[in-house]
């Protein structure tokens, strides 16, 4: 019999990196920018978001070491609370991913507007019919099958890498920005409710940016011995993280200035055009384009599979589970993931409106996901005598972690609270479509 491959240590703690950093780092550093007062807020609200998100790294260590099953993320839910939870939860963070995806997709428009259209006058519907034909490009390629799709994911990521790596390099020949001493100090210092309401608005862009690690879990059977290996990887790979967005962020405000920061969109080509030129600086956004389409890709691969596992459980009809008998695509869920996605574009339209939609509710299931330790912690209480991973300075960390979330749904609600009622009824709505699903497969079993 044949063992299974499993995930070594720094496999698992590459995927913790890869799921982590998108396109965000791109982008955000000028919402959060935009939101706070001076320089040294902006590094404290990255900073604090870094703590936050190894509060909830470790918790979600502890969970995975508790709960070492494939798409933990969606079982935990159902084990600790009720499948209904488990159903409205995971439907969430299906819509929270399509948002992410139509986000990322307007990233990329508004850096490759720049190059293809650089004189246009009505940008923003370039912008939305870019980031649409976008999905719609990588839609027929997963219809053709997952082997066309998959082959260019690893050159994209080296890409990726690359260009991350390539934002360091203004800070050893570019000359810093005249505003990178913070002269905004100079001016009257706002009051102590305007330093926390603009904390709280940048730290909704900053947890975009740093989320992504709690679906670590959910390769929870594919790990060498998982409770070691999974908290070691999830602490190594936060690690790394915080230290490369600090440094990023630092290379932003040292060669663009915090001032000029708060108002750039196209903050990678800013940054190379900085050293290399304005022809370099378009060269990048192309390459920055080609990154989201690696990211728009995987997510048009993974989520209709979210959807699939879903049907195979019941809770979502069985339509979604409907396959092509040829290439074996998952063509009624792929279709509605990818339908999901261009709404959300049309309805957005701007990437700053996604970002607080799309957190409003990923705060809520991390939130509820973090509260399952203290579950599983009494389910599982035979499991404290072995080699256990459990989380330091408990309940403390995993109430800061769960605490910072449910500030930054608070101070989404009040900066948009259009954008959070409307996040509140999807939810809602889901809960509702859970019962009335559960209902009709039970009369239709009785008849």
């Not at 070492?68 to 488990?86: E, Q, R």
């Not at 011995?225 to 405000?253: C, E, S």
């Amino acid at each position: 019999m044949q063992t299974k491959t499993k995930l070594n240590i720094f496999d698992f703690t590459m995927i913790v990196v890869s799921l982590v950093i998108g396109m965000g780092i791109f982008r955000t550093p000028a919402n959060v920018a935009a939101a706070v007062p001076t320089p040294f807020v902006f590094f404290v609200v990255w900073l604090a978001g870094g703590l936050v998100a190894l509060c909830g790294a470790l918790t979600y260590a502890e969970i995975g070491s508790r709960f070492p099953v494939t798409g933990a993320y969606y079982k935990i839910f159902s084990y600790c609370y009720h499948p209904s939870i488990a159903f409205a939860i995971n439907c969430i963070i299906l819509v929270s991913n399509a948002a992410s995806l139509a986000g990322v997709a307007l990233i990329g428009a508004e850096y490759i507007t720049k190059v293809i259209a650089p004189n246009a006058t009505d940008v923003q519907f370039i912008q939305i019919g870019i980031a649409i034909f976008s999905i719609a490009v990588f839609y027929g390629v997963n219809l053709l099958g997952l082997r066309m799709s998959a082959k260019t994911q690893n050159v994209l990521t080296v890409i990726k890498i690359s260009m991350i790596l390539l934002l360091m390099a203004p800070l050893f020949f570019a000359t810093p920005s005249a505003d990178f001493i913070p002269q905004t100090l100079q001016n009257a210092s706002p009051a102590f409710t305007e330093y926390i309401k603009a904390f709280g608005i940048g730290l909704v862009a900053v947890s975009f940016t740093y989320g992504g690690y709690q679906q670590t879990i959910n390769f929870g059977a594919d790990v060498e011995n998982p409770r070691k290996n999974i908290p070691r990887g999830i602490f190594i790979g936060i690690f790394v993280i915080i230290t490369l967005y600090l440094a990023i962020n630092y290379a932003y405000i040292r060669v663009i200035g915090f001032d000029n920061l708060k108002g750039a969109k196209n903050i990678a080509a800013i940054m190379a055009s900085h050293v290399f030129g304005d022809a370099a600086g378009r060269i990048l956004s192309v390459l920055l384009f080609l990154s989201v389409l690696a990211y728009v890709n995987v997510l048009l691969m993974s989520n209709p599979r979210v959807m699939y596992a879903m049907s195979e459980d019941n809770v979502l009809p069985k339509v979604f589970g409907a396959k092509n008998e040829r290439t074996n695509v998952l063509t009624t869920s792929l279709s509605v993931f990818a339908a999901i996605c261009i709404l959300i574009v049309f309805w957005a339209k701007e990437f700053d409106e996604i970002l607080g939609f799309t957190i409003f509710l990923d705060c809520i299931g991390m939130a509820t996901s973090a509260a399952t330790i203290f579950i599983l912690r009494k389910r599982t209480a035979d499991l404290d005598e072995t080699k256990i991973y459990t989380v330091g300075l408990y309940p403390l960390l995993p109430l800061i972690f769960i605490a910072a979330y449910i500030f930054v749904a608070i101070s989404i609600f009040i900066d948009r609270p259009a954008t959070a009622l409307t996040a509140l009824a999807v939810l809602g709505g889901f809960t509702i479509l859970y019962f009335v699903t559960k209902g009709t497969q039970k009369q239709s079993k009785q008849a």
